[in-house]
C-alpha cells in the first residue's frame, strides 16, 4: 500500500472514447500530480495541484483535462485521444504547501497503463 | 536550463556485483539530488536524497554522495541482490518550481541470480 492509490490499473479505450482516470491519497498531502510515463523518455510532468489549485500546466493538449474536487482526490478525464497517448500515467502527491518546503518527496501511485486503439 | 543526465541501459549484474548508475545534473543555483526506484507493475518510489553539497544519502545498501564539485549523484551499491532489479531515476528539485522533479530517463537493472 503506497498511500496513493490510481484506478483503474488498465485501461483500453479507442480515439473516440470518453474515459476518466482516478487518484486518491490517505497522506494528508495538499499538492497531487499527473505524470505521464513513456518508453525510452523521462517521466513528463502534465499537471499540478496545490491546494485544489491547478498551479502547472506543461502545454498539456486539451484532449486531457484534470479535476481536483479537494486535496485527497485527483482525476485526469480523456476524450478523443491518439495512439501516441498510450503510456503509463502516473499520480503522486506531496507534502508541498505554500509553506512547505519544496525538498518534499513524491509519492506515487502505481499508475494507470492506458492503451488507446 | 535544468536537466539531468543518467546512463543509458540496460546494466545487466550478476548477484553480490558491485553497481554504480551514474547521475549528472545541470542547475543554477544549489538544488536538491533524488534517487527514485521503479519496481516491475509499480508507481516510483523514494530511493535516497541529499539536499545539499557532500551531503551522502543511503538506504537499503544503496549510497549516493552530492558533489558540487562535479555535478554528479552516482548511485551506488555493494553487493547487489536479484530483488534490486528495477529501473532506476535520477530526479533533482530547485526551489521556486514547487515541487517540479526533474527526472533523468531512467536506468534499467537486472540482477542474475
Known amino acids: 500500500e503506497t498511500g496513493v492509490t490510481q484506478t483503474p490499473r488498465h485501461l483500453v479505450m479507442g480515439m473516440t472514447n470518453k474515459k476518466s482516470l482516478k487518484c486518491e491519497q490517505h497522506?494528508?498531502?495538499?499538492?497531487m500530480y499527473w505524470y505521464k510515463q513513456s518508453a525510452k523518455k523521462p517521466l513528463e510532468l502534465m499537471f499540478v495541484y496545490n491546494f485544489k489549485e491547478q498551479t502547472e500546466n506543461n502545454s498539456v493538449p486539451s484532449r486531457f483535462s484534470p479535476e481536483c474536487p479537494n486535496s485527497s482526490h485527483l482525476f485526469l478525464h480523456l476524450h478523443t485521444l491518439q495512439p501516441e497517448d498510450s503510456a503509463l500515467y502516473l499520480c503522486?502527491?506531496?507534502?508541498?504547501?505554500?509553506?512547505?518546503?519544496?525538498?518534499?518527496?513524491?509519492?506515487f501511485g502505481n499508475g494507470t497503463r492506458l492503451t488507446v486503439t | 536550463g535544468n536537466s539531468v543526465t543518467q546512463m543509458e541501459g540496460p546494466v545487466t549484474l550478476s548477484e553480490e556485483a558491485f553497481l554504480t548508475i551514474n547521475c549528472t545534473y545541470t542547475?543554477?543555483?544549489?538544488?536538491?539530488l533524488f534517487w527514485y526506484v521503479q519496481y516491475p507493475g509499480e508507481g516510483l518510489q523514494l530511493l535516497l536524497k541529499a539536499t545539499k553539497a557532500d551531503d551522502k544519502g543511503s538506504n537499503k545498501g544503496f549510497e549516493a554522495t552530492y558533489r558540487k564539485e562535479t555535478t554528479s549523484f552516482h548511485l551506488e551499491k555493494g553487493s547487489v541482490q536479484v530483488s534490486d532489479s528495477a529501473v532506476y531515476f535520477c530526479?533533482?528539485?530547485?526551489?521556486?518550481?514547487?515541487?517540479?522533479?526533474?527526472f533523468g530517463k531512467g536506468t534499467k537493472l537486472s540482477v542474475k541470480p
Open positions: 503522486a502527491s506531496s507534502g508541498q504547501g505554500i509553506s512547505s518546503s519544496y525538498n518534499s518527496p513524491l509519492h
Open positions: 530526479a533533482l528539485v530547485y526551489g521556486g518550481s514547487q515541487g517540479n522533479l526533474i
Open positions: 497522506l494528508g498531502h495538499n499538492a
Open positions: 542547475a543554477t543555483g544549489y538544488p536538491s
